[in-house]
């Protein structure tokens, strides 16, 4: 370990290697962006360490040894062009240098996935099954919904501390499937990095894989359509009243649960709908849904803006702010995974 000074530091716009604490324990992470906060946070750590410097060349000439031609044109295709400034030459190169070490972590992080696609898509393949079954018969028999949320839970919620990007968090498809699971995934390691409790872990998972239950009573023709306008954006905004009434009286789970779909769509400053409601008079599982659903849309190419990849996504759920999440959740949220997540958005997800 070597040890090293704040100001050092500061030469870097992204971590290249990561920072530990005089114990061995990772601070920040290589490929996070050191914002302002950061820097102040490591001035009050008496020392910071990296790894030896020999070794982080090794790491990284490795990184590039496992990246083939595809991945070498990905990177290509999502760099990011670095702003005109006065600066010299040299410091727009040492720049660009870190962006690329920012994304060969991230490559080489997702070659190695933490859930493995066989798990999510059998997760997936039961709440399509669920949800089939709410269109067909109705909303009565909460074992599946239950089953399908302790797979989740028992799945995801013991690798929380291995997962460092939010897009492993995702399975593809048909997005009127796939959304659930997607957030009720987030949903579950924003709950554990929340310290929760083992049981509101569960209630948040559950909540989260039914906050949209209410579509199901909207003719499919609606609701997978990627806007809506008149009519049918009216239609559209009663799913959280219809999911309330679904999962309080035909499934008969908890209010808690029935009132997250009901406020899903409710921002902290009043602004959203059904019930215009404002801060605390939102539940906390239905902040958390909130901020899972809006990243997911927004990474399924459904939001209400477009972006490139999942960085991007955060960059807006940062510009939305406190407007819109509980201050607490949306740091949470934002630092729960490198914040560095080059996924690029699915166009073939429908």
Known sequence: MQLISVDELTNHKVLPFDIFNEKGKVIFSAGEILTPGKVLQLKYIPKIYIEDI?????????????????????LEDEQD?????????????VS???????????????????ISEEVKTKIADKYKVLMDKFIEEGAEDPSLCI????????????????????????????????????????????????K??????????????????????????????SSHTG???????????????IIKNELQLSDKIAMVALQHHENADGSGYPLGI????????????????????????????KVKNSREAMKYILDLGTKCFKSDILYTFVHMTNYNDFAPIMTDYY
Do not use: W
């Not at 013991?158 to 498809?173: A, F, R, T």
């Open 54 to 74: 020999d070794d982080f060349e090794d790491q990284k000439e490795e990184s590039m040894e496992l990246l083939d031609e595809e991945d070498v044109l990905f």
């Open 278 to 305: 404002a801060g605390n008079f939102i539940t906390t599982e239905a902040h958390i849904v909130s901020i899972c659903n809006i990243y997911d849309k927004l990474t399924s190419g459904k939001g209400e803006v």
């Open 96 to 114: 660009k240098i870190d962006l690329n070490a920012a994304e060969v972590a991230y490559l080489k992080v997702t070659k190695r996935p933490v």
């Open 231 to 245: 009519k049918e954006a009216k239609l559209m905004e009663l799913h959280p009243k219809l999911g309330y009434h």
């Open 147 to 194: 089953e399908v949320r302790d797979n989740i839970v028992d799945n995801i919620v013991p690798e929380v501390n291995k997962i460092l990007y939010k897009s492993q968090l995702k399975v593809y498809g048909d997005y009127y499937y796939a959304h659930g699971v997607n957030v009720a995934m987030l949903s579950a390691v924003l709950a554990t990095k929340l």
């Open 81 to 93: 062009e670095t702003e005109e400034t006065e600066e010299e030459p040299a410091d727009e190169d």
């Open 196 to 225: 929760m409790s083992n049981e509101s872990i569960k209630d948040i998972t559950l909540a989260a894989m039914l906050h949209d239950i209410g579509k199901t009573r909207i003719p499919q023709s609606i609701t997978k359509k």
